[in-house]
């Protein structure tokens, strides 16, 4: 079953890497274009950082920890064997979604950005948005599901 995750893991990487590729080709000369007028405007970034471009011009840092985050999922996702749903979507996400940047990362020295929500200022692309879905719902699964989330409901019924 974890095969199957790994392979969903990798195509939203794939379909990353291809909205990327028609960002790179159709977008960045123009720079941005209004996708739905008042909610979303496609606009070309170059993310030289992390998370809202903090942290700029620490490649190396980057790469090494995103890539030391992935094989850490890949062996909780193979290691979970199927036995938590959530914990396996949410994983995929984050492992799917940080191969995407990671390639960025690597190709060409920063992560492509391109989604302006009105609503939300910082410009995303597909990855971040999978990353942040998956933290989401992993985060939900340690509150709610996980062996953690009793132990510790078990220790504060104790005091």
């Known amino acids: 079953m974890s095969i199957l995750y790994l392979a969903i893991a990798l195509l939203i990487a794939v379909v990353d890497q291809v909205i990327k ?3 790179l080709v159709y977008l960045e000369p123009a720079n941005s274009v209004t996708a739905i007028p008042y909610i979303l405007d496609l606009v070309y970034v170059e993310n030289r950082g992390v998370a809202f471009g903090m942290f700029q011009d620490m490649r190396w840092l980057f790469i090494s920890i995103t890539s030391i985050v992935i094989v850490a ?4 996702l193979i290691k979970n064997k199927g036995e938590s749903s959530l914990f396996s979507i949410a994983s995929t996400l984050i492992i799917g979604g940080g ?8 190709a060409h020295g920063f992560v492509v950005d391109y989604l302006k929500l009105s609503f939300f200022p910082p410009v995303c692309n597909f990855a971040d948005y999978c990353i942040t879905a998956g933290t989401v719902l ?3 699964y340690l509150l709610f599901y996980s062996d ?3 132990d510790i409901k078990f220790k504060e019924k104790c005091k």
């Open 21 to 23: 590729y028609f960002v």
């Open 138 to 140: 992993l985060v939900i």
């Open 73 to 76: 999922f890949m062996f909780l």
């Open 148 to 150: 953690i989330s009793s």
């Open 99 to 106: 191969v995407g940047n990671l390639i960025d990362r690597i």
